[in-house]
Each structure stands twice: as C-alpha cells, then as structure tokens.
C-alpha cells in the first residue's frame, strides 16, 4: 500500500490503508474496499466512505486513533463533503494502484 501525505487540518500527515486497517474500513462501511472505492470514484458515496477512508488511513499512516478521531470530529464532520471527498478518492486510489509517478516505491 503506498502512502500519501498531504495537509490536513492541522499539518502535514501520512494517509496509508494497511490490511488491517482495509478489513476495519470494510467492516464500518459494509462494503469490500473495491466497493467503496468505485463508490467514490463515481461519486456516488456513503458519508462514512469518506470519513471511514480518512480516519482508518490517519492510523495507518501513524495517528493514534484517538488523534485521528480527533482529527476527524475537527475537520471533517459538520464540513461540506467536497472538502474531504477528493482526500479519500486519493487514498483509495493509492492504495489500489500505487503512485504510477513514483514507482509504486512511495
């Protein structure tokens, strides 16, 4: 799984999905990860796709996951969905295609 870092809310941080962290995300979203991801890449999303990709991706990325609770209840919930949408589209397509610009070794 290659990470992404990009600011979010308060600084810079590492967004990755683990196979761990893949499996919870499936299980709080009821879907399997190629679900949610065509779900978002067609735009035709569940809230917690977006919210559930961030969150688990902050952990995975090095967040406790109270920090990313945190993190999310501040800037994500209450926030209009475009602002976050694009984050996890990117995170998920991370996740199952690598970053093509690096060589899949970042």
Known sequence: ???????FGDGEHSFKLTPALIGE???KCGSGVGMIANRLFSRN????DVTETI??????????????HELIVAYVEGRPLIETYELAAKILERT???????????
């Open 55 to 68: 969150r688990c991706a902050l952990i995975g990325g090095g967040v406790s996951p109270k920090r990313a």
């Open 1 to 7: 799984m290659t990470a992404y870092t990009t600011f």
């Open 96 to 106: 199952l295609f690598g970053n093509p610009s690096k060589g899949n070794d970042k």
């Open 45 to 48: 999303f569940a809230q917690a």
């Open 25 to 27: 995300l499936e299980t």
